[in-house]
Protein backbone atom coordinates (compact mmCIF):
# COMPACT_ATOMS: atom_id res chain seq x y z
CA UNK A 1 0.00 0.00 0.00
CA UNK A 2 1.30 3.54 -0.93
CA UNK A 3 2.03 5.62 2.27
CA UNK A 4 1.83 9.15 3.55
CA UNK A 5 3.61 10.73 6.11
CA UNK A 6 2.22 14.24 8.09
CA UNK A 7 3.46 16.23 11.16
CA UNK A 8 1.67 14.94 13.85
CA UNK A 9 0.34 18.62 14.34
CA UNK A 10 0.39 21.54 13.75
CA UNK A 11 -0.59 25.40 14.76
CA UNK A 12 -2.08 28.50 13.30
CA UNK A 13 -3.43 31.53 14.35
CA UNK A 14 -6.94 32.51 12.73
CA UNK A 15 -7.66 34.26 9.73
CA UNK A 16 -4.08 33.68 8.52
CA UNK A 17 -3.24 31.14 5.96
CA UNK A 18 -2.35 27.11 6.88
CA UNK A 19 -0.01 24.73 4.32
CA UNK A 20 -0.39 21.59 5.66
CA UNK A 21 2.52 19.31 4.46
CA UNK A 22 1.89 15.53 2.94
CA UNK A 23 4.59 13.02 1.39
CA UNK A 24 3.98 10.30 -0.35
CA UNK A 25 7.49 9.22 -1.92
CA UNK A 26 6.15 5.83 -3.12
CA UNK A 27 2.50 6.90 -4.79
CA UNK A 28 2.36 5.23 -8.56
CA UNK A 29 1.08 7.07 -11.47
CA UNK A 30 -2.63 6.14 -10.66
CA UNK A 31 -2.86 6.95 -7.07
CA UNK A 32 -5.27 10.50 -6.65
CA UNK A 33 -4.75 12.21 -3.59
CA UNK A 34 -7.03 13.03 -1.11
CA UNK A 35 -7.74 14.80 1.86
CA UNK A 36 -10.26 14.55 4.03
CA UNK A 37 -10.49 16.28 7.88
CA UNK A 38 -12.11 14.98 10.76
CA UNK A 39 -13.86 17.62 13.49
CA UNK A 40 -14.22 16.56 16.94
CA UNK A 41 -16.57 13.72 17.65
CA UNK A 42 -17.98 13.66 13.78
CA UNK A 43 -17.05 11.32 11.06
CA UNK A 44 -14.41 12.76 8.18
CA UNK A 45 -15.30 14.89 5.55
CA UNK A 46 -14.04 14.76 2.12
CA UNK A 47 -11.97 17.89 1.69
CA UNK A 48 -10.53 18.15 -1.71
CA UNK A 49 -8.48 15.48 -4.58
CA UNK A 50 -6.12 15.96 -7.09
CA UNK A 51 -3.82 14.00 -9.25
CA UNK A 52 -1.56 15.82 -10.77
CA UNK A 53 -2.66 19.61 -11.39
CA UNK A 54 -3.11 21.74 -8.37
CA UNK A 55 -6.96 22.46 -7.44
CA UNK A 56 -9.34 24.46 -5.79
CA UNK A 57 -12.54 24.01 -4.59
CA UNK A 58 -14.88 26.61 -2.13
CA UNK A 59 -12.94 24.66 1.28
CA UNK A 60 -9.02 24.69 0.27
CA UNK A 61 -6.11 24.56 -1.94
CA UNK A 62 -4.20 21.25 -3.17
CA UNK A 63 -0.74 21.97 -4.47
CA UNK A 64 0.92 18.94 -6.25
CA UNK A 65 4.85 18.66 -6.34
CA UNK A 66 5.74 17.93 -9.97
CA UNK A 67 7.30 14.71 -9.36
CA UNK A 68 4.08 13.54 -6.82
CA UNK A 69 6.06 12.78 -4.22
CA UNK A 70 4.34 15.24 -2.25
CA UNK A 71 1.54 17.59 -1.76
CA UNK A 72 0.28 20.91 0.45
CA UNK A 73 -3.15 21.38 1.53
CA UNK A 74 -3.56 25.21 1.49
CA UNK A 75 -6.29 26.97 3.96
CA UNK A 76 -6.50 30.30 2.98
CA UNK A 77 -7.50 31.86 6.20
CA UNK A 78 -8.09 29.41 8.85
CA UNK A 79 -10.55 30.03 11.05
CA UNK A 80 -11.84 28.26 14.66
CA UNK A 81 -14.11 25.71 12.99
CA UNK A 82 -11.21 24.95 10.72
CA UNK A 83 -9.49 22.82 14.34
CA UNK A 84 -9.53 18.88 13.16
CA UNK A 85 -7.17 16.41 12.36
CA UNK A 86 -6.60 16.48 8.69
CA UNK A 87 -5.66 13.30 6.76
CA UNK A 88 -3.78 12.79 3.52
CA UNK A 89 -4.58 9.77 1.62
CA UNK A 90 -3.85 8.02 -1.75
CA UNK A 91 -6.36 6.35 -3.37
CA UNK A 92 -5.84 3.93 -6.43
CA UNK A 93 -8.28 2.46 -8.65
CA UNK A 94 -9.59 -0.11 -6.21
CA UNK A 95 -10.87 3.21 -4.44
CA UNK A 96 -9.59 1.38 -1.17
CA UNK A 97 -9.01 4.48 1.33
CA UNK A 98 -6.18 3.95 3.96
CA UNK A 99 -5.84 6.58 6.53
CA UNK A 100 -2.37 7.41 8.40
CA UNK A 101 -2.87 9.45 12.15
CA UNK A 102 -3.20 12.86 10.10
CA UNK A 103 -2.09 15.93 11.39
CA UNK A 104 -4.08 17.86 14.06
CA UNK A 105 -4.54 21.16 13.35
CA UNK A 106 -5.07 23.89 16.18
CA UNK A 107 -6.08 27.19 15.50
CA UNK A 108 -5.63 30.06 17.54
CA UNK A 109 -7.85 32.98 18.44
CA UNK B 1 -31.41 15.33 6.17
CA UNK B 2 -30.28 12.37 3.35
CA UNK B 3 -26.92 12.11 4.80
CA UNK B 4 -25.67 9.02 6.19
CA UNK B 5 -26.96 7.79 9.06
CA UNK B 6 -26.11 5.00 11.85
CA UNK B 7 -28.15 3.26 14.85
CA UNK B 8 -27.25 3.29 17.31
CA UNK B 9 -25.04 6.27 18.29
CA UNK B 10 -23.51 4.44 21.36
CA UNK B 11 -23.72 1.04 22.24
CA UNK B 12 -22.66 -0.50 26.07
CA UNK B 13 -21.97 -4.48 25.98
CA UNK B 14 -20.68 -7.27 28.31
CA UNK B 15 -17.38 -8.94 26.93
CA UNK B 16 -18.98 -12.12 25.14
CA UNK B 17 -22.38 -10.36 23.50
CA UNK B 18 -23.25 -10.12 20.27
CA UNK B 19 -23.97 -6.67 18.91
CA UNK B 20 -25.32 -5.64 15.15
CA UNK B 21 -24.90 -2.19 13.88
CA UNK B 22 -26.66 -0.43 11.18
CA UNK B 23 -25.65 2.34 8.27
CA UNK B 24 -28.23 4.13 6.29
CA UNK B 25 -26.39 5.37 3.64
CA UNK B 26 -27.27 8.14 0.97
CA UNK B 27 -30.02 6.97 -1.13
CA UNK B 28 -28.40 5.71 -4.72
CA UNK B 29 -24.93 5.55 -3.16
CA UNK B 30 -24.16 2.07 -4.32
CA UNK B 31 -20.50 2.08 -2.53
CA UNK B 32 -21.25 1.61 1.03
CA UNK B 33 -17.81 1.10 3.39
CA UNK B 34 -17.20 0.16 7.22
CA UNK B 35 -14.23 1.39 9.37
CA UNK B 36 -13.10 1.05 12.61
CA UNK B 37 -11.48 4.04 14.66
CA UNK B 38 -9.52 3.59 18.19
CA UNK B 39 -8.97 7.24 19.96
CA UNK B 40 -5.69 9.07 18.63
CA UNK B 41 -5.95 6.55 15.04
CA UNK B 42 -7.23 7.65 11.93
CA UNK B 43 -9.98 5.41 10.66
CA UNK B 44 -9.16 1.27 9.43
CA UNK B 45 -10.53 0.27 6.43
CA UNK B 46 -12.68 -2.77 7.30
CA UNK B 47 -14.99 -4.11 4.21
CA UNK B 48 -16.99 -2.32 1.21
CA UNK B 49 -20.02 -3.25 -0.65
CA UNK B 50 -20.57 -2.42 -4.22
CA UNK B 51 -24.64 -2.68 -4.08
CA UNK B 52 -25.51 -5.95 -2.68
CA UNK B 53 -21.64 -7.72 -3.24
CA UNK B 54 -18.46 -7.62 -0.67
CA UNK B 55 -16.23 -6.77 -2.81
CA UNK B 56 -12.98 -6.40 -0.15
CA UNK B 57 -12.22 -7.87 3.51
CA UNK B 58 -9.91 -6.28 5.21
CA UNK B 59 -7.43 -8.73 7.64
CA UNK B 60 -8.33 -6.59 10.77
CA UNK B 61 -12.21 -8.11 9.88
CA UNK B 62 -12.05 -11.28 12.09
CA UNK B 63 -14.21 -14.17 12.04
CA UNK B 64 -16.01 -12.88 14.85
CA UNK B 65 -17.24 -9.98 12.23
CA UNK B 66 -19.91 -9.78 9.56
CA UNK B 67 -21.25 -7.57 7.46
CA UNK B 68 -23.79 -7.85 4.90
CA UNK B 69 -25.90 -5.35 2.47
CA UNK B 70 -28.78 -7.37 1.73
CA UNK B 71 -30.61 -5.20 -0.98
CA UNK B 72 -27.83 -3.07 -1.54
CA UNK B 73 -29.47 -0.63 0.41
CA UNK B 74 -28.96 -0.53 3.85
CA UNK B 75 -25.96 -2.28 5.59
CA UNK B 76 -25.45 -4.14 9.33
CA UNK B 77 -22.27 -5.17 11.07
CA UNK B 78 -22.20 -7.60 13.69
CA UNK B 79 -19.56 -8.44 16.11
CA UNK B 80 -20.37 -11.81 17.82
CA UNK B 81 -18.76 -12.73 21.15
CA UNK B 82 -17.22 -8.71 21.58
CA UNK B 83 -14.08 -8.77 23.22
CA UNK B 84 -12.77 -5.48 25.34
CA UNK B 85 -10.24 -5.21 22.22
CA UNK B 86 -13.37 -4.34 19.82
CA UNK B 87 -14.24 -0.93 21.74
CA UNK B 88 -14.03 1.96 19.30
CA UNK B 89 -15.65 3.92 16.85
CA UNK B 90 -17.13 2.26 13.99
CA UNK B 91 -17.66 4.58 10.87
CA UNK B 92 -19.94 3.86 7.95
CA UNK B 93 -19.52 5.59 4.39
CA UNK B 94 -20.95 5.43 1.03
CA UNK B 95 -20.19 6.89 -2.19
CA UNK B 96 -21.00 6.96 -5.87
CA UNK B 97 -18.67 4.65 -7.56
CA UNK B 98 -17.98 3.88 -11.30
CA UNK B 99 -15.36 1.11 -11.94
CA UNK B 100 -11.77 2.01 -11.09
CA UNK B 101 -12.06 5.53 -10.55
CA UNK B 102 -10.43 6.67 -7.27
CA UNK B 103 -12.01 9.33 -7.45
CA UNK B 104 -15.41 8.90 -5.53
CA UNK B 105 -15.94 11.56 -2.63
CA UNK B 106 -17.09 9.46 0.54
CA UNK B 107 -19.88 10.53 2.71
CA UNK B 108 -19.36 9.27 6.59
CA UNK B 109 -21.99 8.70 8.90
CA UNK B 110 -21.12 10.22 12.69
CA UNK B 111 -20.39 6.42 13.74
CA UNK B 112 -21.31 3.94 16.72
CA UNK B 113 -19.06 3.95 19.51
CA UNK B 114 -19.12 0.74 21.42
CA UNK B 115 -17.95 0.21 24.23
CA UNK B 116 -16.78 -3.56 25.58
CA UNK B 117 -17.04 -3.88 29.33
Known amino acids: DAKTTQPNSMESNEEEPVHLPCNHSTISGTDYIHWYRQLPSQGPEYVIH???SNVNNRMASLAIAEDRKSSTLILHRATLRDAAVYYCILRDRNNDMRFGAGTRLTVKP | DTGVSQNPRHKITKRGQNVTFRCDPI?????LYWYRQTLGQGPEFLTY????????KSRLLSDRFSAERPKGSFSTLEIQRTEQGDSAMYLC???????????????FGPGTRLTVL
Open chain 2, 93 to 107: ASSLAGQGSGTDTQY
Open chain 2, 49 to 56: FQNEAQLE
Open chain 2, 27 to 31: SEHNR
Open chain 1, 50 to 52: GLT
